[in-house]
C-alpha cells in the first residue's frame, strides 16, 4: 500500500484501521487495507512524529521527539499536543494512564488523558531509554539504547536496570510476549533477546548480525516479528529461538503492527505500509 510520505510508527486502532506517523512530513494517517488513507497534519509540522500507540481512552497517541511533545489524536482527527522533552517511546499502562520514555531526558514518564505529567529519574545517565511495553507482572518495561539494558518500572516509580550480557547491543524494539517474558531486539549486535520477569536474560543472534533489528511485536502465530532495518527484511523468531526471514518491498522498514486482517504490517519509510510475501529468504 503506497504512502504518499514516510511512515515510521503504526498500529491498529481501536477503530480497526492502520494508523501511521508520517515522520518527515509531521502528519497522523489512518487507512483502512484495500481503502484511500485519510491524512491529518499536525501544527507545527516540524515534531517528526514517530511512535504511535492506541490508549486506553480508545484515541491515538504519538511522540514527537523534535518538537518535544506528545500528541492524542482521536477516530475523528482531532489532536490534543503535551510539551514534553524529548519523548520517544508511549505505551498504554496497566494504570490507565499513558507511560513513555525521554529519549534523552534519562526519565521515564507518565501521562494522564488531561495531560498531568510525573516523571522519573533513572540512576544512569546518557543511557537513552528508547522503546517501552506493559510487562506481565503489572509494571513497564523499557530499552536502554546507549545503556545495553533493560529497565523495568512499577506504577509507583521503582526503577530496575538489567545489563545485557553483549556489550553495543543498543536495544530498541520491546514488547510483551506470549510466555510472559519480554522480547526485545538489539540494533548494534543484531540479536533477538528474551527477558524473563525475574530478570534472567537469552539472546539469539541473527543470520545477518548486520541486519540492524529495530521494532518487534507478538503476532497471532504465538511468535513474535521484528523489523530489520539495515537488510529491509521482516523477522520471526519462535519462542524457542527459532529465526525465519522474509523480504519486504521498499527500504527502512520501522514500525510493525498486528494488522485489523491479523497480519503483520510493516512501516517503509521509503514510503508504504506494507505485508510481507511469506516465503523465507
Known sequence: MLINGSPYGVVTGSDGALWFTLVHQGRIGRVV????????????????PTVITTGHDGALWYTEFAGGRIG??????????FDVQSPYGIAAGPDGAMWFTQLQGDRIGRITTSGDITLHRLPTEGAMPSAITAGPDGALWFTLNQGDAIGRVTVDGEVTRYALPTPGAAPVGICAGPDEAL?????????????????AISEFPLPDRAARPHAIVTGQDGALWFTEWGAGKLGRVTTEGRIEEYPLEGAEPHGLTVGPDGAIWVAMESGALVQPSLTAS
Do not use: K, N, Y
Not at 34 to 44: R, S
Open 72 to 81: 492524542r489524536i482521536t477516530l475523528d482527527g482531532t489532536v490534543t499536543a
Open 33 to 48: 487495507p484495500g481503502e484511500e488513507p485519510t491524512i491529518f497534519q499536525l501544527d507545527p509540522a516540524d515534531g517528526q
Open 183 to 199: 522480547w526485545f531486539v538489539e540494533i548494534g549486535a543484531g540479536q533477538v533477546g528474551r527477558i524473563d520477569t525475574s530478570g
